[in-house]
């Protein structure tokens, strides 16, 4: 049984409060925790929550693929792979194990089997962001092993390493949510009409973290007070869509905060590299918002959701998106990125 | 596509202008049909299908640089990656090596080709019924094999063919040449008896043959043969004379050259025509042919030296030394039999109104039979006529000549 705790969600939304300073309700579920220590890095820590709720619920899918993570974080290759092999085994339509198994293969060298997973993960869900862009990079290395064996170039002198993304949670898509109501994401603020200006967002390459509910669980119905900083938030929003489809990275990186951390672990510097390699790859990237609206979570917190509408010469794809805001009295800064379903 | 990415891709399929004549995938070998049928997917728009022809092809021979190059190009396509090729030098000489390979074999030989039903106007006639001969096409590196079928002389496979690094024309050692004319292979030779170099087998050839002596040429050595095993093909100029053949190509021509016997033409103008054009030419040097049989067979001693150009030499002797031997011998006997079998007929890549005759021919005299392969030069002059320019027999052994 998944237990997915909104309030939980309010506690973890802002890279700055993974655990610090702050009390974890005494009714956060497990899983959450141990996605927590793995984001603060406490892997072994993360692994024993997980294998002592996997006793009580050892069907539990959330938690089995949380531990496939957390195996891959250990460098237990083999276990993590038959993780993800058997969860996909039991939950065919879940398209996470997959692109996690990719991503395995991938660093393994073996950029044919890692293309099978990303398929079978796009035939359960065709608009899949991370998953078509870790299929352009798994193209982009096939291409360049073929490339060598052309001009007999030595094999071993790779030239650029495609390190896929990985994805850090499932969704709650394709499971049964033990959650509360499906993604109403409405509350407070009335989006201002999502005029789809310009660019839109990319599709996370980040691996996502999807909750299908969101929203704190009282999210604070954003009355008057909230119409400056709604204002604020949806431009933000709009800018920041419209930095990356005019493919302004510095423009874009410049939207997030300090203490921003990719959902699936990757460094700052790592994380910035890899997006500024996504963004400038393609020849022209259009990105559409639309249907935004924000929520304030907590006093210093802000939530965006939207719909995300991206295409490029290279893909194309829609999806559900959340930024996390944090808005320390002037700027609004980005602080968690990913998908709802 | 990206107009603003430097993609080989796009090179390679502006090589393209026309469709790809049927008759050459039809008798091209499958490694190269597959390669061809992933070219035209990807000039019809079907990408995903010629990834996947190609996939299939490169697992198959991974060897084959050019559709290894070829299939870089659609995944890096397909990646959005800017082409594979662009971090490479665009003059690196393996790219460049790969790009003329590619250039020959679909551009030079699909657009050019044979068109159905069409013969190479080098053959104006072959013996036989199961006869073959193989024809190369020197400027566009391909190797044409024809065999008489049923009704006529028909195109039966085509290879891509290697042939010298400084193109054809040989005259002399060292020249890097591959010569023009009309050779034999000496013998096979398979390949676990020669180096690696050779792949899969060879088939020395006899240059320099009666005209390329009769010029002055030198060299030696040239061979039809194979590829290392490393390699799938080599590039369209790259030998030092020898004509290459990928390793199962050169297997395939055991079925269709007899050494000694089976004419290999190197040529340096190949044209395709309908048999028909080359009817009247070949039946007027058949009945020449028959005619200086005749007066052989006559002891017409003078009409016979008159189908012989006053520039003829035979073993050593001119014309006139010519003439005073055979009216010596002729003179000698009473009955003089000669009759022509097994006739092929072939234009002389290289020469303007050559023509190189080679039968078997019986002789029987009263006190003198024997069966020989005779090889006749056949030369118009500018009155129109043709005549013997050389000649030079080989006896065959009894045993093999009464067939």
């Known amino acids: ?340 379903r | 596509m990206s107009s603003r990415r430097h993609h080989v891709l796009g090179i390679l399929l502006t090589v393209l202008a026309g469709a790809l004549p049927e008759v050459h995938a039809a008798t091209a070998p499958p490694v190269e049909s597959e390669f061809l049928q992933a070219v035209e997917a990807l000039r019809a728009g079907r990408a995903s299908d010629a990834q996947d022809l190609l996939a299939t092809l490169v697992r198959r021979e991974p060897q084959f640089r050019v559709a290894q190059l070829l299939y870089a190009e659609v995944l890096a396509s397909r990646s959005g990656e800017k082409s594979a090729v662009a971090s490479v030098a665009p003059n690196s000489p393996q790219l460049k090596e790969l790009l003329d390979e590619y250039r020959v074999r679909v551009q030079d030989t699909v657009l050019q080709g044979p068109p159905v039903g069409a013969v190479p106007d080098a053959v104006l006639g072959l013996s036989g019924v199961h006869r073959t001969a193989i024809i190369v096409d020197l400027p566009r590196s391909r190797l044409y094999v024809l065999a008489t079928q049923g009704n006529g002389l028909q195109l039966v496979s085509n290879y891509y063919a290697s042939i010298a690094r400084n193109g054809y024309g040989k005259s002399t050692a060292g020249d890097l040449r591959t010569p023009v004319g009309v050779y034999h292979a000496t013998t096979f030779e398979p390949g676990n008896v020669l180096p690696p170099f050779y792949g899969s087998g060879a088939f020395p050839l006899d240059y320099p043959n009666l005209w390329d002596r009769m010029l002055g040429r030198t060299g030696h050595g040239i061979w039809l043969h194979g590829v290392p095993v490393s390699t799938y093909a080599r590039p369209p100029r790259t030998s030092e004379g020898c004509v290459v053949l990928a390793n199962e190509d050169l297997l395939a021509l055991r079925s269709w050259i007899v050494p000694g016997d089976t004419p290999v033409v190197f040529s340096d103008s190949l044209r395709w025509t309908a048999p028909a054009t080359l009817a009247s030419q070949r039946s007027e040097l058949v009945r020449r042919i028959d005619n200086w049989r005749a007066r052989w067979s006559e002891r017409d001693t003078d009409g016979y030296l008159g189908f012989y150009a006053t520039d003829f030499h035979s073993d050593g002797m001119n014309l006139s030394q010519f003439g005073r031997y055979k009216r010596a011998v002729n003179a000698a006997k009473r009955r003089i039999d000669v009759h022509i079998r097994d006739l092929d007929l072939l234009r002389y890549p290289g020469e303007k109104d050559l023509v190189l005759a080679e039968f078997t021919q019986d002789y029987r005299s009263d006190n003198f039979a024997t069966v020989a392969r005779k090889q006749q030069f056949w030369q118009r002059g500018s009155d129109g006529e043709w005549r013997i320019i050389r000649e030079l027999s080989r006896e065959l052994p009894q045993s093999i000549a009464r067939n």
Not at chain 1, 272 to 290: D, L
């Open chain 1, 1 to 340: 049984m998944i237990c997915r705790h909104r309030f939980v969600l309010g506690i973890l939304a802002g890279a700055a409060a993974f655990g610090i300073g702050t009390p974890l309700s005494a009714l956060a579920g497990a899983v959450d925790e141990a996605h927590a220590l793995v984001q603060h890095g406490d892997f072994d820590g993360a692994l024993k929550k997980l294998d002592d709720f996997l006793a009580g619920s050892p069907k539990d899918a959330d938690a089995r693929f949380e531990r496939g993570v957390v195996l891959l974080k250990l460098n237990r290759t083999q276990d993590a792979i038959k993780t993800f092999t058997d969860l996909a085994h039991d939950y065919p339509k879940l398209p996470e194990p997959y692109n996690n198994l990719a991503v395995i293969y991938a660093q393994q060298g073996d950029y044919e089997k890692a293309r099978d997973q990303l398929e079978a993960a796009l035939a359960t869900a065709p608009s899949y962001a991370t998953a078509h862009e870790n299929l352009g990079d798994v193209y982009a290395a096939l291409a360049s092993a073929a490339y060598n064996r052309a001009l007999m170039l030595d094999q071993n002198n790779a030239g650029v390493r495609y390190k896929l993304s990985l994805i850090g949670r499932l969704s709650g898509g394709a499971t049964p949510t033990g959650g509360k109501e499906p993604a109403a994401m409405a509350v407070a603020s009335t989006a201002p009409a999502p005029a789809p200006a310009a660019p839109a967002a990319e599709p996370p390459v980040v691996a996502e973290e999807s909750f299908a509910t969101t929203a704190a669980p009282a999210p604070a119905a954003a009355t008057g007070e909230g119409d400056a900083v709604t204002t604020a938030a949806t431009a933000l929003v709009k800018s920041w869509a419209e930095a990356w489809a005019s493919k302004n990275v510095d423009g874009y990186l410049s939207y997030y905060a300090a203490d921003f951390a990719a959902e699936d672990g990757l460094s700052r510097s790592t994380w910035e590299q890899q997006r500024r390699e996504r963004i400038q790859r393609p020849a022209h990237i259009s990105v559409k918002v639309s249907k935004i609206s924000i929520a304030r979570v907590d006093a210093t917190h802000l939530r965006a959701t939207f719909s995300q509408d991206y295409r490029s010469d290279i893909t194309s794809n829609h999806a559900r998106k959340a930024l996390d805001l944090a808005d320390n009295g002037g700027d609004l800064k980005i602080t968690r990125e990913y998908t709802t």
